[in-house]
């Protein structure tokens, strides 16, 4: 499987299902760097701001990467560096 297989992966999207993913990702693979995209300025923004920042607390001490106000887009090069996109 290609996760397996990668080493720096995204999640594009950090609603629900991006942050449970994530959170499988963080526990399963600590070594691998770790990246959770978000189109706006929080984490589960269609919940309130204390589950947002309790999950950015726990990602941040995951060494996950959290990337705010950015949408992914594969022409940008920022995105690139990523060897996989879920």
Known sequence: ????????????????VG????GELAFKYPQKKLSLLSRGDRILSNLGPKAGR???T??????V???YN???DPQDS???QFD???
Not at 19 to 22: G, I, K
């Open 58 to 63: 726990y990602f941040r001490q995951k060494n």
């Open 84 to 86: 996989c996109v879920i």
């Open 70 to 72: 950015k949408a992914y």
């Open 78 to 80: 920022y995105f690139k």
């Open 19 to 22: 942050v449970e993913l994530m």
């Open 65 to 67: 990467e959290t990337i």
């Open 1 to 16: 499987m290609k996760i397996e297989q990668s080493n720096n992966i995204l999640i594009a999207g950090s609603g629900v």
């Open 54 to 56: 309790l999950l950015e």
